[in-house]
């Protein structure tokens, strides 16, 4: 059984910075891609960023790049989303989620199999 759980989030000013973890388990991760997304309240799910396991190939969304850096730790089956200079519009439910076969397609939310429960960050203004 996978399992991801996220940590991290909290409430930050303009300008901040988080560190969000994603912890997995339940199976080894080689061969599967590890991707972020975020949701606000009326909004649809959107794609942040992603990680191929296996030859750390990244992806990220415009609205991010230069701002936030994804990683991962193999020894600890943890994925990172680094995230400096946060802005107002980056508030949201940030979700971890895992996709067992990577295609072209990092941004599509029903691409990925498993999902965490999400950590909420909120930058002030």
């Known amino acids: 059984q996978v399992q991801l759980v996220e940590s991290g989030g909290g409430l930050v000013e303009t300008g901040g910075s988080l560190r969000l973890s994603c912890a997995a388990s339940?199976?080894?991760?080689?061969?599967?891609?590890m991707g972020w997304f975020r949701q606000a309240p009326g909004k649809e799910r959107e794609f942040v960023s992603a990680?191929?396991?296996?030859?750390?190939?990244?992806n990220y969304a415009d609205s991010v790049k230069g701002r936030f850096t994804i990683s991962r730790a193999y020894s600890k089956n943890t994925v990172f989303l680094q995230m400096n200079n946060l802005k107002s519009e980056d508030t949201a439910l940030y979700y971890c989620?895992?996709?067992?076969?990577?295609?072209?397609?990092?941004?599509?939310?029903?691409?990925?199999?498993?999902w965490g429960q999400g950590t909420q960050v909120t930058v002030s203004s």
């Open positions: 989620a895992a996709d067992r076969w990577p295609s072209s397609n990092w941004h599509i939310p029903s691409g990925y199999d498993y």
């Open positions: 339940g199976r080894t991760f080689s061969g599967y891609r």
């Open positions: 990680i191929n396991w296996s030859d750390g190939a990244t």
